[in-house]
Structure formats: C-alpha cells, structure tokens
C-alpha cells in the first residue's frame, strides 16, 4: 500500500519560509513521479510541483516558479518543497502525490493517482 506522509505545514508571516517533506513508502517500483498539490479555501485544486525518478524533470507553475524549490533525497524516500517569499495566497492544504511509472514532469504534469492527507500550510501575520 502507497502510503505518503506531509509534515512541515504550519503558520507563517508573509515573506517567511516554510519547508514541506512528503515521506513515501510502498512504492514499491523503481520509476515514479511525486509532487504537490494544494487546495486554498474556495479554490480548485492546483497542481503545483513535480519531480520525477525516471529522469530527473521537474516542473513548478508559474505562480510559485521562483519562490519554491522541489527536491528529493532518494536514500530516505522523502521529497522535499522548500517554499520562501510566501505569500497570504499561498494558504492552503498541500498534498504530496504520486503516479507510478516511467513519467517526465514537463508542461504542467503533476501526479495525481495517490495522495497523502495533506498539511496546512497559513501565511498571515
């Protein structure tokens, strides 16, 4: 059974830093893409971050491009969002996802076969 866990989320000032880990387990394969989505209140979902085992792509929409990072740390399964400058319109439930499988994260691919239960992520002062 896939299982992701987020941790990270928390409350932060505009202009702050927060950095999310998504721990994956059961993958059970060597190829897969994992990323983020989130969810403001009142919003669709939106996917926001991906990056891929097969090759190494990443991708990051635009209205974070600049401001976060995606990575990963293949020894302890855990992908990594690093997110500063933040913004009261980054508040949101993100969620650590995951297609498994030989995928390129290009254009605005972002996983979404497998989620975790997401952390809240509020940037007010």
């Known amino acids: 059974q896939v299982q992701l866990v987020e941790s990270g989320g928390g409350l932060v000032p505009p202009g702050g830093s927060l950095r999310l880990s998504c721990a994956a387990s059961?993958?059970?394969?060597?190829?897969?893409?994992i990323g983020w989505f989130r969810q403001a209140p009142g919003k669709e979902r939106e996917g926001i971050a991906c990056?891929?085992?097969?090759?190494?792509?990443?991708y990051l929409e635009d209205s974070v491009k600049g401001r976060f990072t995606i990575s990963k740390d293949d020894a302890e399964n855990t992908v990594y969002l690093q997110m500063n400058s933040l913004k009261p319109e980054d508040t949101a439930v993100y969620y650590c996802?995951?297609?498994?499988?030989?995928?390129?994260?290009?254009?605005?691919?972002?996983?979404?076969?497998?989620w975790g239960q997401g952390t809240q992520v509020t940037v007010s002062s």
């Open positions: 990056i891929s085992t097969s090759d190494g792509s990443t």
């Open positions: 059961g993958l059970r394969a060597d190829y897969y893409a």
């Open positions: 996802t995951v297609d498994i499988g030989f995928y390129g994260c290009y254009r605005n691919y972002v996983p979404d076969d497998y």
